[in-house]
């Protein structure tokens, strides 16, 4: 069964998206309506911005929407999931993708999420770290014995998680999580501890502009962060978007569960390899390859 993934923040790069703006009409048109949507050029840093421009989390989140959406839509008639799933920020894409979300609204929800997990960030200063080769149980115990806020936020691939938090408690933990046995616990340069408590603003923003968008049933189950099953119950879809932003995201468990329901085939479509190299590492017996 064949499904396609979309990445998440961290996967853009200088030039991302410009071919298929210049191959195909269609998606040129997606690019000039996105422009319009957010009443900047977006598109003019997406092609000729340096790294530095394309970090900005209000830059960052909807190009890479855009690259992952308007791909999947120039695949027409060869883009036939049997499911969808999306890291983090690649949910909405991967959303879209499926029909459950209309393209137009998609980007703006994922405007108003770039921008209030920014101001979010701006409020309660936090940061994330990569932490190797521990088992997943056991960084998350590390975790609660800390009396300050600091979870699991991405549990990408067996043995490679990213932890979130108060500044002070991501330090702490990776100072134990090293005593533990952890290979590396190595702080990542981001704006904000995503996907942590400290979201919380930005998770009251975003529900209010997630129950005035119009959601449809999708065209197949859409794997979400925070349940990890395939979902197609709009309301299902909205409340667990909404509790993504102070969630973390299981994407080895949601690639787990994909697997075990017949898939066997992703493609990644977007920016990046990421999601290639994580889901190769969860199961290296199905078929893996990439669109960009």
Request: glycine share 8%.
């Amino acid at each position: 069964m064949k499904a396609f993934v979309f990445p998440g923040q961290g996967a853009q790069f200088p030039g991302m998206g410009k071919d298929l703006y210049e191959r195909c009409a269609g998606s040129k048109n997606l690019f000039e309506s996105a422009n319009e949507i957010l009443g900047f050029r977006i598109t003019d840093i997406m092609f000729a911005g340096t790294d530095e421009d394309l970090r900005q989390t209000k830059v960052t989140q909807p190009a890479i929407f855009l690259h992952s959406v308007i791909l999947a839509k120039s695949l027409g008639d060869d883009f036939q999931p049997a499911m969808t799933a999306g890291h983090s920020l690649g949910e909405f894409s991967a959303l879209v993708a499926a029909g459950a979300l209309q393209f137009e609204d998609g980007l703006r929800l994922v405007y108003k999420r770039a921008l209030a997990m920014q101001k979010a960030g701006e409020q309660n200063t936090g940061t994330m770290a990569a932490i190797l080769a521990l088992p997943d149980e056991k960084v998350a115990e590390i975790c609660e014995e800390i009396d300050d806020i600091v979870i699991p936020a991405n549990y990408n691939s067996p043995g490679q998680i990213v932890i979130s938090g108060t500044i002070s408690g991501v330090e702490k933990a990776c100072e134990l999580l090293k005593a533990a046995g952890a290979k590396r616990a190595l702080r990542l340069n981001v704006s904000g501890a995503f996907h942590s408590p400290l979201m919380a603003p930005a998770k009251e923003e975003l529900e209010k502009a997630i129950h005035s968008t119009a959601f449809s049933t999708p065209k197949c189950p859409v794997y979400q962060n925070v349940s990890t099953y395939g979902e197609t119950n709009p309301e299902v879809i909205k409340n667990n978007l909404i509790a993504q932003l102070t969630s973390p995201v299981r994407w080895t468990q949601s690639v787990q569960n994909m697997i075990a329901d017949g898939a066997d085939d992703f493609t990644e479509l977007g920016p990046g390899s990421v999601l290639q190299g994580l889901i190769g590492k969860i199961n290296n017996t199905v078929k893996i390859q990439g669109l960009s």
